[in-house]
């Protein structure tokens, strides 16, 4: 029903009241947040909303309320780094600016209306957030005067139900997924042929910019550390822009939060571990100097406009004697019929085949992972697959395309690879990792990475979209040896250690999932191992189903040894041999989104324990080879420890489920390398 209609309205038994922006209505958000470790609730506001209300006065239960808008874009809280990814990430308010509440009815009130009594009400009706519609009721008091109506009401959402929540950021903030959502409505009086359309769109203000000591103390850190990622077509700017100097005062408070809790720039080992070449951690001076910034004011001494211009990057050169693109062409992702992409994230792998007109191989000196679409490509795991590996990829590419086909998707090249590769030729192995900052790896003199005739290299790119898929083809770029320099090459040997993950339900999702098997025919308890086993075989084929045994067997282990929560984290620890022999060159951990700590130890319990790797909190956004800067030396048979830590908190799953080891986005992982330069024991 249209409430301003004159059909339906009678001038004599009813008000008509307006809801305007900025006319003392506000609508908001409450939400618990653990931010940097620190449990609080959040407030979020806007007084940009707009709506209409006719009162009955003869039965107020006869009232009607028109449909309620509110504009999300300018939603505010104490945080403006806060405010924007909200904006970006969740309620992706550029595409969808609008919340909307259309009531279906009413209920509390009945008879004639009484002037200035205070009703309790309940509020029923269509909410919309993004593409997402559901009923809800909001419950209050409402009180009219002649003059004016007021509503105060709220109700308590799911975030997970409207595609905004729960929020989950490795290392910095976590959102419990119920908001309480609430509304304060002031409507004044109006006349029937008072216009009834208002303008909610807003140009989001720009926060005012005080004077400070901005450009030789904290402009220069910025630009060295922060806007390589956060320029215009850097992979971070879609999250956050620091194009000019102006976006870094707008966010000064939260530029020192990020930075004095080691959220940005982002580095993950801890003291624990041993130096790591290309450290990109702030030292103490710097962190100083950007909080004092943010204690005074975050004010500038250049021009708001000021371009942040991203300092020497001081790459390592290597030569390019190969440049290497996607054998198959370049990926698009997929979209929909409106452009906006099928999905956020998107893991594909595709192969890159390498030149080798003499049949010999390649000695490969330097390795460099160039993206070319750098606002999407996020990180990269890559490896050399033998060529007995063709079959499989073939195989891999081949149900990719029938898939495809099936749900009417566009071919293209590669196939979805969340965990890994995908593939399960024993000789695949991982030889690199990149993310944005990564340098490309140079072997020290007469050593290299060797690829035999017919090797292939497959890249795992993880690519986040926002509103576009452009075509991607990113570079590898190799640096190869000279016949003569190939004659006395010696091969880094790197080893691959894959350690069980076991991660039960807790007792209460244990319970749950009983109770639903019980109560819901064809309902499969996934809090019984043998019932995720048999799910991974149907998906991924027997070999996936037998993996989390074989990795029980290898640590001498059982499941009862491995299937322990503290709470609702889980813990595997297995001591391995290491494969090779010499000095460390690289580690490189991974795990999947339930990943909350990883340790790599080498002979543990002993004198000479030297812990490789440790990363008090995983993010699986960021996975780096880590270079020692000092020399590590390993011998085969040294005893490595390999530790990893999930949290069944850290992702929302639709069903509760026992966490294994395998490829899927909620099933897990424990995954080591080590690369090792097979030289002389230091004397």
């Known amino acids: 029903m249209d409430i301003h209609d004159p059909d339906d309205f009678d001038v004599k038994t009813e008000r008509l009241y307006g809801i305007v922006p900025d006319g003392g209505s506000r609508a908001s958000y409450e939400v618990t947040e653990n931010l940097g470790g620190v449990i609080r609730t959040t407030v979020g506001v806007t007084t940009v909303l707009a709506g209409q209300i006719v009162l009955n006065l003869e039965d107020v239960a006869k009232s009607r309320i028109g449909e309620i808008i509110v504009n999300v874009e300018t939603l505010t809280s104490d945080s403006t780094l806060r405010d924007k990814r909200i904006r970006h990430d969740y309620l992706e308010s550029s595409r969808w600016p609008f919340v909307r509440f259309a009531p279906t009815s009413f209920d509390g009130v009945d008879g004639p209306f009484v002037e200035g009594a205070a009703y309790d009400v309940a509020v029923t009706g269509f909410l919309t957030i993004k593409e997402t519609t559901r009923t809800e009721t909001f419950t209050g008091t409402v009180t009219a005067t002649e003059r004016r109506l007021t509503a105060d009401m709220a109700t308590s959402v799911l975030g997970s139900d409207y595609d905004v929540g729960p929020i989950d950021i490795a290392r910095l903030a976590h959102t419990s997924d119920e908001v309480v959502l609430k509304l304060i409505l002031v409507a004044d009086r109006r006349e029937l042929s008072s216009p009834s359309d208002v303008e909610l769109v807003r140009d989001i203000l720009a926060k005012e910019v005080a004077a400070g000591t901005f450009a030789e103390t904290v402009q220069p850190i910025l630009e060295n550390r922060c806007v390589s990622c956060h320029m215009s077509g850097g992979p971070g700017w879609g999250t956050l822009a620091l194009d000019t100097a102006a976006d ?70 290597i030569e390019h004697d190969q440049k290497i693109r996607p054998r198959d062409g370049p990926y698009t992702g997929y979209s929909g019929p409106d452009g906006e992409p099928l999905k956020q994230d998107d893991y594909r792998c595709q ?333």
Request: proline share 8%.
């Open 248 to 317: 870094a005062a707008e966010i000064a408070d939260d530029i020192a939060f990020v930075t004095k809790i080691g959220y940005m720039p982002p580095w993950l080992p801890s003291d624990l571990s041993p130096a790591f070449a290309h450290d990109r951690s702030l030292s103490d001076e710097e962190l100083e100097a950007i909080v004092a910034w943010a204690e005074a004011g975050g004010g500038l001494d250049v021009a708001p406009d000021t371009p942040l211009v991203a300092g020497d990057l001081a790459i390592l050169p």
């Open 351 to 683: 192969v890159y085949e390498v030149a080798d007109p003499e049949g010999d191989g390649n000695w490969v000196k330097g390795f460099e992972f160039r993206p070319d679409q750098t606002s999407i490509v996020h990180h990269a795991i890559i490896y050399r697959a033998p060529a007995a590996a063709a079959r499989e990829i073939e195989a891999k590419i081949a149900a990719e395309d029938s898939t495809e086909a099936a749900e009417g998707l566009s071919d293209e090249p590669g196939w979805t690879c969340f965990g890994l590769s995908g593939l399960r030729m024993g000789e695949l192995r991982s030889i690199q990792g990149w993310a944005p900052g990564q340098q490309p790896t140079i072997y020290p003199d007469g050593y290299g990475l060797y690829l035999a005739p017919g090797d292939m290299i497959v890249n795992q790119i993880h690519y986040h979209y926002d509103h576009d898929t452009p075509p991607d083809s990113s570079l590898i770029i190799l640096d190869t040896a000279t016949a003569e320099e190939a004659a006395r090459m010696v091969p880094v040997a790197g080893g691959s250690y894959l350690t069980p993950a076991e991660v039960p339900c807790t007792p209460e999702e244990a319970e749950l999932a009983a109770r639903r098997a019980t109560e819901i025919d064809g309902y499969v308890n996934l809090c019984k191992r043998s019932n995720v086993l048999n799910e991974i075989a149907e998906k991924y084929g027997r070999l996936a189903r037998a993996i989390p045994n074989l990795l029980l067997l290898q640590c001498a282990g059982t499941v009862d040894d491995y299937d322990d929560l503290d709470g609702t984290v889980g813990h595997s620890s297995c001591d391995l041999p290491a494969q090779h022999t010499g000095t460390i060159h690289t580690v490189f951990a991974h795990m999947h989104e339930f990943g909350k700590s990883y340790r790599m130890t080498l002979l543990p319990d002993t004198p000479n324990e030297t812990i490789l790797l440790d990363i008090p909190t995983w993010d699986f956004e960021w996975q780096l080879n880590y270079e020692p800067v000092i020399d590590i030396w390993i011998e085969v048979g040294d005893m490595v420890r390999f530790e990893c830590w999930w949290d069944r908190t850290l992702q929302p799953m639709a069903e509760p489920r026992y966490i294994t080891w395998n490829e899927g986005t909620v099933d897990e992982m424990c995954f080591s390398s080590i690369t090792v330069i097979p030289n002389l024991p230091p004397s």
